[in-house]
């Protein structure tokens, strides 16, 4: 039965220009990658799933990043939306440059991993990062140490 | 970008390879089985030849992960203070956790660069043609009407002789006779359920094996382990007592020889666990003990954070470096995925168990040393003898979650250089004005 799930999502990732972006060998990779993460085995990653890698929740701004993954006001996120999340980190080549000028931008460019950091400050996706935004950023560097002078003597 | 792996497998000439990889299991796998002397040895060697020069074995990532400390990598984006960009070095740091993490991989079996015919080792190859399939065919009719059901016999007939010669045993008054007969039972019905594994051992630096009033610690991949280690030497054994099959062994052998079993309740005690050991090792006339400190299974690629408690006790530590050979069959039991019924099935129907056992030089606490650094010392040098990576997460991760304060310990990381970065100009100017 997995099987069956498996090539079907293999042939709908062939028409979705996303999984263009990626080799069949890697999405074979992702696809175990993710199997694994879901541990409710119900074909789409929660939070939770996310936050049991040790690395990731380590990581001070390990909340935002999980929730770059999940559009607005959903909690699971499916194939689909795992790999879109993460073909913006795919490096530029330098062949895809000259490529195709009138067709959608692929999703590593340079311009759309800007946006993707910008998206990771702006947490009320107003497209503009207000001050309590940016004290917010700040707050999860621990400034009560940045704010304090110590004294020698 | 694949992995060697995939593109590993091309028709033609690969067939003739596979039919001497396909006896080359048979044969490993029977062997054990009906020989009962060391001139296997031979045997064996030529046959892993074979097998081994033709089989790469190495293990790659999937993504390309740049090492770089913090300090550094921040440092190279800016010199001053608190810059946008920050954000992109544990941006980047995330996503590459999520794609591949150092610590829920050990978890799960590991990956094999080329097939070894076992279907449960089929996660990213697929159909390649009908001759390897019919290949796959035989070498499971072969494992599951023919190995499987002679090493289940064996299995039942060193269970048994365990059971009935241990009680009997046990009825002896203490005495040196008793140490004696005992030492033989165990020896010879671990030696049976080795064979009913079709276990391949290969020992070295047997004149470092763990001597009386000591404790042996080993790396854990699996149950098996116990059975491995008491394959050339007697231990006393550590553990819970568990019900059923496992609780009639246990209850048996502790009657011939003094294992150290606990109730479940007294497990959490760790003083009183602690207090038990130290009474044991205090007797030089006792076994060695057996402990695994890392506390539960992983997956033998590493060997992570060992629990400082079998380092409290004191005595002299027996470090033992246990390294399976993945080709021939997995061994790591992935105790959420498989209950231990379904555990032993799975390496009954492997092909064979092969591992590397190495006794290491004794080793005992430093002055200064505390149990965490000694613990760290002890398990380094497992590491590098076994060929495994050092990780210093805690195996617990399996089920439970990572505390707070190691998240917070990397914030204060992130501060302590914005602080560096900023306080060096702020206290000049300081002391200029005095």
Known sequence: MEKVNRSRDKQKGKKDTTAEVFSHSQITRLYSRFTSLDKGENGTLSREDFQRIPELAINPLGDRIINAFFPEGEDQVNFRGFMRTLAHFRPIEDNEKSKDQNGPEPLNSRSNKLHFAFRLYDLDKDDKISRDELLQVLEKVDVEQKMSIRFLH | MGRPGSRLVSSGSIRWSWVKLLSGMV????????????????????????????????????????????????????????????????????FEAIVEDEVTQRFSSEELVSWNLLTRTNVNFHYISLRLSVVWGIGVIVRYCFLLPLRFTLAAIGITSM??????????PNSSVKNYLSEVVHLTCSRILVRALSGTIHYHNKENKPQKGGICVANHTSPIDAIILTNDGCYAMVGQVHGGLMGVIQRAAVKACPHVWFERSEMKDRLLVTKRLREHVADKSKLPILIFPEGTCINNTSVMMFKKGSFEIGGTIYPVAIKYDPQFGDAFWNSSKYNIVSYLLRIMTSWAIVCNVWYMPPM?????????QFANRVRSAIARQGGLTELPWDGGLKRAKVKDTFKEEQQKNYSKMLVRNGSVGSLSTGTESD
């Not at chain 2, 059971?163 to 002896?172: A, K, N, P, S």
């Not at chain 2, 005992?364 to 965490?372: C, I, L, M, N, W």
Request: glycine share 8%; proline share 2%; aromatic share 12%.
């Open chain 2, 27 to 94: 044969g490993k796998g029977l062997l054990p089985c009906f020989t009962f002397s060391r001139q296997q040895n031979v045997i064996y060697l030529l046959l892993e030849v074979i097998i081994s020069s033709w089989l790469l074995f190495h293990s790659q990532g999937i993504i390309e992960r740049d090492e770089t400390p913090m300090e550094k990598e921040i440092a190279r984006l800016h010199r001053v203070d608190f810059e946008f960009s920050d954000i992109f070095y544990f941006c980047r740091k995330g």
């Open chain 2, 364 to 372: 005992v606490r430093k002055e200064g040393e505390d149990a965490v």
């Open chain 2, 163 to 172: 059971i009935v010669g241990t009680t009997m045993v046990g009825q002896l």
